[in-house]
């Protein structure tokens, strides 16, 4: 498989990993590795943030947008009655 990114450039380069969220080929230069919290959630509305993260690979494209709902959903939480000291600890960050 060919990365995505690279032929839409016009080279080719071997993939070594799909976008999470769009399912793009990616390769070692494009493919955006990030970790995403794992959280679990208890009766009585407590959600716990374990100590393990998952790894997830991104394209640029998909990355940026995810980081943009990231932004809006912080900028709501500080209105919000949520401390943003928790709010979007349970996002995908860098």
């Known amino acids: 498989m060919i990365c995505y990114e690279c032929q839409q450039a016009g080279k080719r380069r071997d993939t070594v990993a ?3 969220h769009c399912s793009a080929a990616l390769c070692q230069d494009h493919a955006q590795v990030l970790a995403d919290p794992i959280t679990a959630q208890y009766p009585v509305c407590k959600k716990v943030i374990l100590p393990l ?9 998909c990355k940026d947008a995810l980081q943009q709902t990231n932004e809006n959903s912080r900028e709501a ?5 949520v401390p943003a000291s928790v709010a979007g600890r349970d996002t995908v960050t860098a």
């Open 53 to 61: 993260r998952a790894r997830v690979f991104l394209c640029s494209t």
């Open 18 to 20: 799909l976008c999470n």
């Open 77 to 81: 939480s500080a209105v919000s009655v």
